[in-house]
């Protein structure tokens, strides 16, 4: 079971390797260096999140459709071709949107859209692969194995794509995307030989998914549902908002080279898995909402040193607040883990998960779009884009702000108590209809 799960790690590694390229050194080359509107890189960044639904459209069509007996790996194996495929195209698409605007823009939706089509259609596809084999117990080792290779890819690709970029040209970006992709490629497709077992049967039985609706029936009619939602969205949009803006931040408050903001990722990622193994020696002896508030802190003190730094011009500080937000965001991330799947009712796990998962969705889509709409406007106002910068991250530490006064009224006692009410009531209604 252990190769499984290093298999798992490969291709969860491979998916997150394409991203790289883009949310750390794409976005600043685009922003700060070939002048394009951070609004309009934050969308093109988000496109993976705004298809994010057909998930459930492709684990529905997977359970009843296999293709050779196998109704993973033809997907996953889809789906890293097409991640692979964008993050190639991507900087051809960023030098075009600078000289040729309207077909740039055609080429970056086709070439971010691949990307986006890609992880949606590999993302979906090797959990419910990580599901099956590893069986109900097996589950959270096999999650903590591919996220810790994960971070892990991250880091390490991170690390070599700021050597590939130096000296800075656009045709080493070209190539380190290259390069960065075939990689990925190479180690997904190492992760998929002989991992699923062929089925003889043509479809597997009614899988517990639930519409759009059925999920926001849920979400309206429990409020500690509805408390748990928003403030996974809040967080999430705080933490993650801030992807597409540290790097083209340092590049213009601290003139940082491309090589050097591209390694902002490894530091970052570093943090967070020191923060991870924290998580891990405190489980059990530190509670998990207390955990979540240390986290939560810890990123809202990140993101106000990362401000000062750009407001007194001091790089020092600018690291220091990255560490700090990288622990923050690591500790954050492990707790609301493990608070998510305390959030689920037994019969139901599926239904809550899907919840949980449309909230990541919207919050990662939120935090882009606002953070790079904010960013231009406050650039147009200002007339300074480090202030600009500024003013969106203490907007983002007040959002941590936010949803640290709705964890406080989070119970998860209380919430078992309304999801088996609601998941009745919600029954019934489904019986009638």
Request: proline share 3%; charged share 10%.
């Amino acid at each position: 079971m252990f190769h499984k799960r290093i298999q798992l790690g490969l291709i969860h590694m491979a998916v997150a390797m394409t991203l790289v390229p883009i949310n750390s050194t794409l976005n600043r080359v685009m922003i700060k260096d070939l002048g394009i509107s951070a609004a309009l890189v934050a969308l093109l960044a988000s496109l993976p999140y705004l298809i994010s639904p057909i998930q459930v459209v492709i684990g529905s069509f997977a359970d009843r459709h296999a293709v050779w007996g196998l109704r993973r790996t033809p997907y996953i194996t889809l789906g890293l071709l097409l991640c692979v495929i964008g993050v190639i195209l991507s900087p051809y698409a960023a030098f075009l949107i600078s000289d040729k605007f309207w077909f740039g823009l055609v080429v970056g939706l086709v070439a971010f859209g691949a990307w986006g089509m890609g992880y949606n259609l590999s993302a979906v596809s090797y959990m419910s692969l990580a599901s099956e084999i590893s069986g109900e117990k097996g589950r959270s080792r096999t999650i903590a194995i591919m996220f810790t290779m994960m971070i892990v890819g991250i880091i390490l690709t991170s690390i070599a794509l700021s050597r590939m970029v130096e000296p800075y040209s656009s045709q080493a970006l070209v190539s380190s995307f290259r390069v960065i992709g075939l990689a990925a490629l190479i180690l997904g497709m190492l992760g998929l030989v002989k991992l699923e077992n062929r089925s003889a049967r043509d479809s597997l039985p009614a899988s517990d998914n639930y519409t759009w609706k059925e999920m926001f029936r849920v979400v309206a009619g429990n409020k500690q549902v509805k408390t748990f939602f928003i403030y996974l969205i809040i967080l999430l949009a705080a933490i993650l908002g801030q992807d597409i803006l540290l790097e083209p931040f340092a590049a213009e408050a601290f003139a940082m080279p491309v090589q050097v903001t591209t390694r902002i990722t490894a530091i970052w990622g570093a943090c967070f898995l020191v923060a991870m193994v924290i998580a891990g020696i405190l489980e059990g002896k530190v509670h998990k909402l207390t955990l979540a508030r240390l986290g939560g802190w810890n990123a809202l003190l990140g993101f106000v040193l990362i401000a000062t730094s750009g407001m007194l011009s001091l790089p020092g500080i600018f690291y220091i607040g990255l560490v700090i937000l990288g622990i923050g965001t690591g500790l954050s991330t492990v707790s609301n883990l493990s608070l998510m799947l305390d959030m689920t009712t037994a019969g139901k796990v599926g239904l809550f998960i899907g919840i949980w998962g449309m909230a990541n969705a919207i919050s990662r889509l939120l935090g882009s779009l606002i953070g790079g709409v904010l960013r231009d406007a406050l650039t147009y106002t200002l007339q300074n884009p480090v202030l600009a910068y500024v003013a969106v991250f203490i907007g983002m530490a007040f959002l941590m702000l936010i949803s640290l006064w709705m964890l406080a009224r989070i119970d998860v006692s209380l919430f078992r108590k309304q999801a088996q009410y609601q998941i009745s009531a919600l029954e019934r209604l489904t019986l009638v209809e």
